[in-house]
């Protein structure tokens, strides 16, 4: 059974600071993906990652992907009030058959 | 334009009645979904149809019922409802494997409450 773990589920920051968020899964998968939500809104896409070694930017978000360590990771840089939200880290064991979710990280940027 | 749509966006009901949330995707994508988040923001698969077929049927008690009329449609029916299935209900829709895109897409959720 895939398995998907996030760390930390909690996150409180400082405006200006940096951090990462860990995400683990368990078994041999096609891709990684990142969501954004806010509070009773969606799941807004931010990343797909497809291979190892992949990283993408958007912003002040910087996604990786470590097929080998079955980790990825999402940095924060100079976080903003804005960046608050749940960000969600999601893997499909077959490319479009399903996503398992991690538990989510709760991000809050204090100004 | 939506994507993704789902109906009701809002559904507060009592202990043991029937009701049904409906899901439309304009995406041409075959594969949809049925996705429950619960209280603590845990995301689980429940269903999933690939072109009008039923592929992923996870462990959810046989009170809910799916079912797609075409692939652009699936639809939740949930029978003698409980407490316990106050929630969140997303839909998704995707491409399966080999289509031309990747990644998933998301309806606005149902927020549905038990009283």
């Known amino acids: 059974e895939l398995k998907v773990e996030q760390n930390p589920l909690f996150l409180s920051m400082q405006e200006g600071k940096n951090y990462t968020i860990y995400c683990n899964y368990s078994t041999t998968s096609d891709r990684l993906y990142w969501y954004r939500q806010d509070p009773g809104k969606s799941l807004e896409s931010l990343f797909v990652l497809l291979s190892n070694g992949a990283v993408k930017q958007e912003g002040r978000l910087m996604a990786s992907l470590d097929t080998k360590a079955r980790l990825s990771t999402l940095h924060i840089t100079a976080a903003v009030h804005d960046l608050s939200a749940t960000y969600f880290c999601?893997?499909?064991?077959?490319?479009?058959?399903?996503?398992?979710f991690g538990g989510g990280t709760r991000l809050m940027v204090k100004p | 334009d939506t994507a993704v749509s789902q109906t009701p966006k809002y559904l507060v009901t009592q202990m043991g009645n029937d009701k049904s949330i409906k899901c439309e995707q304009n995406l041409g994508h075959d594969t949809m979904y049925w996705y429950k988040q619960d209280s603590k923001k845990f995301l689980k698969i429940m269903f999933s149809y690939n072109n009008k077929e039923l592929i992923i049927n996870e462990t959810v008690p046989n009170r809910f019922s799916p079912k797609s009329p075409d692939k652009a449609h699936l639809n939740l029916h949930i029978n003698s409802l409980e407490l316990g299935d106050s929630a969140v209900y997303f839909c998704?829709?995707?491409?399966?494997?080999?289509?031309?895109?990747?990644?998933?897409?998301f309806g606005s959720g149902t927020r549905l409450t038990v009283v």
């Open positions: 998704a829709s995707s491409y399966r494997t080999g289509g031309p895109g990747y990644g998933y897409t």
């Open positions: 999601a893997v499909d064991k077959v490319a479009g058959n399903m996503l398992t």
